[in-house]
């Protein structure tokens, strides 16, 4: 007889099982549903909102509205206790601001609106008018030295306007347009044709803002310059020569001055040194450094009761780190950092080239002051004397550069993928459209072809 009797209906494999636990069938989590695929959707998320064709328009106007609101506050507090050392009321420099902002704005918003071919247009006009005004600054009588800076003329009362801020929208404006004729005809290959006019006319307004000894706006003019060579394509070899040559005249300036060599000699100092010469300089990091992580308050700097000179003009972003502490400055970087990359962005996806030249040019000309603004608070480089683009006082500064906001608007507005997306948001249907009509007591009705209700 065998061993053990198999049960009818049940396979030996079945036998051999009776008694064995079953191995604990591990619940799996389903996919998409962990952690690291949560922290990837987020990831592809906001990658597809990063690259949406309104995403460039969104950035640049948000980014210089914050950045104008935000400096409108902190001109009112870090000029109140010298308008009131002056005897003026508290709110005396914040509300030529808060009109040259308004201003501004509408400018703002001619620019945004205004086609292309108009722009171009207006490039010869800009830069002729700008060129008499820089000229007119310098005759005996009608132009102004504040600070021992002859750039200014005189409007009548307290208002001021000084061309050379212009200057730097002229040339972009110009030399835009010029670049952008030439390069359609193929003839930025020769190096005659990529140089003359643009680096006359450059050299000639820089001659005439070193005429008045504002070598900080010389600088930002030279740096649109670099700018607008880079974008055209310039040699290597001609770019050095360039920038040779431009830092021999600059290293000469800079000798021959001692007022500019008492500037260069205070980068990195932590003392005001013999006879206060570097008093600015130390200052602005005194204010800086007492801000901590979250600053002193809003409205409770220290430097700004006659510490700090020119609290609301070119150290005004000391100011922000002693009342908004680390994190207002990383704040105000990260909004000037969004604006030049949505800048890079027009310039770089247009097909346009006169576009391209001018959205370089601007994106060159307020990233390059903010980081001459920003090293010299910071100890970094020398003082130049150089606002705050959109954030100092200062309205012959601020109208400029929001009328070149503008433009970065409307050439965000007119990629052709931006184009279609805001075309695509207007309304297709309306009451002189699909017949929509509104009747006083009477509900909405539509009309019908054969006039049936």
Same mark, same amino acid.
């Given at each position: 007889?065998?061993? %053990? ?7 030996p494999?079945a036998?051999?099982a009776?008694?064995r %636990? ?16 949560r ?15 309104l ?5 640049i ?18 000029? @109140?206790?010298?308008?009131l050392q002056?005897g ?7 509300k %030529?601001?808060?009109? $040259? ?9 001619v620019?945004s ?8 247009a207006l490039?010869?006009?800009? =830069? &002729?008018?700008t ?16 600070n ?7 409007l009548?009362?307290? *208002?001021m306007?000084?061309?050379? +801020?212009?200057?730097?929208? $002229? ?5 835009a ?7 359609d ?9 990529l140089l003359?006019?643009?680096v006359?006319?450059?050299?000639l307004?820089?001659?005439?803002i070193?005429l008045?000894?504002d070598?900080g706006t ?8 670099f ?5 055209a394509?310039a ?6 020569g ?18 500019? @060599?008492?500037?260069?000699e ?5 003392e ?10 130390v ?12 600053g ?7 430097e700004?009761?006659?510490?700090l000179? /020119?609290?609301h003009t070119?150290f005004?972003?000391?100011?922000t780190? +002693? +009342? ?10 990260a909004?000037f ?7 890079i ?5 247009t /097909?346009?080239? *006169?576009?391209?030249?001018? &959205?370089?040019?601007v994106?060159?000309? =307020?990233?390059?002051? &903010?980081? =001459? ?7 970094l ?8 683009p ?9 109208l400029?550069?929001? *009328?070149a906001?503008?433009l970065l =608007?409307a050439f965000a507005? /007119? /990629?052709?993928?931006?184009?279609a997306?805001l075309a ?16 006083? @007591?009477?509900?909405?009705? %539509?009309?019908?072809?054969?006039? +049936?209700?």
């Amino acid at each position: 007889m065998p061993a %053990k009797q198999m049960l009818p209906g049940r396979r030996p494999s079945a036998v051999k099982a009776q008694g064995r %636990k079953r191995p604990a069938v591990r619940s799996k989590r389903p996919a998409g549903r962990g952690p690291l695929a949560r922290l990837r959707r987020t990831q592809r998320q906001l990658q597809k909102a990063w690259d949406r064709p309104l995403t460039a328009y969104y950035l640049i106007f948000g980014s210089s509205l914050l950045i104008t609101v935000l400096g409108l506050v902190m001109v009112y507090s870090a000029s @109140m206790i010298k308008a009131l050392q002056l005897g003026l009321g508290d709110a005396y420099f914040f509300k %030529k601001q808060f009109l $040259a902002a308004l201003i501004g704005g509408a400018l703002l918003l001619v620019a945004s609106r205004m086609p292309v071919k108009l722009h171009r247009a207006l490039s010869y006009p800009v =830069i &002729a008018g700008t060129l008499f005004l820089m000229v007119l600054v310098q005759v005996p009588g009608i132009g102004v030295s504040i600070n021992g800076n002859q750039n200014w003329i005189s409007l009548g009362g307290p *208002f001021m306007l000084q061309p050379s +801020e212009f200057g730097k929208l $002229a040339l972009i404006l110009w030399g835009a347009d010029l670049l952008a004729r030439k390069g359609d005809k193929g003839l930025l290959s020769q190096w005659k044709h990529l140089l003359v006019p643009l680096v006359p006319v450059a050299f000639l307004l820089l001659g005439l803002i070193m005429l008045g000894g504002d070598m900080g706006t010389a600088m930002i003019l030279g740096a649109i310059l670099f700018g607008l060579l880079w974008l055209a394509g310039a040699p290597t070899r001609m770019f050095v020569g360039v920038l040779a040559f431009a830092g021999a005249i600059v290293a000469l300036l800079i000798k021959t001055s001692p007022h500019r @060599m008492d500037r260069l000699e205070c980068l990195g100092a932590t003392e005001p040194g013999k006879n206060d010469l570097c008093w600015q300089a130390v200052h602005g990091i005194y204010a800086l450094a007492s801000g901590g992580w979250f600053g002193s308050g809003l409205g409770a700097s220290v430097e700004k009761w006659g510490q700090l000179p /020119e609290a609301h003009t070119d150290f005004i972003f000391a100011i922000t780190g +002693e +009342e908004l502490g680390l994190a207002g400055t990383l704040s105000v970087l990260a909004l000037f950092a969004a604006l030049g990359y949505a800048g890079i962005r027009v310039a770089g996806r247009t /097909e346009d080239s *006169f576009v391209r030249f001018a &959205a370089g040019g601007v994106t060159t000309w =307020i990233t390059a002051q &903010a980081v =001459i603004n920003i090293g010299a608070v910071l100890g970094l480089l020398p003082i130049a004397g150089v606002p705050l683009p959109l954030f100092s006082y200062g309205g012959s500064a601020l109208l400029p550069t929001m *009328f070149a906001v503008g433009l970065l =608007i409307a050439f965000a507005r /007119e /990629e052709p993928a931006a184009r279609a997306a805001l075309a695509m948001r207007q309304p297709k249907t309306g009451w002189w459209r699909t017949g929509v009509r509104w009747k006083s @007591m009477r509900r909405r009705v %539509k009309k019908r072809p054969s006039g +049936e209700r």
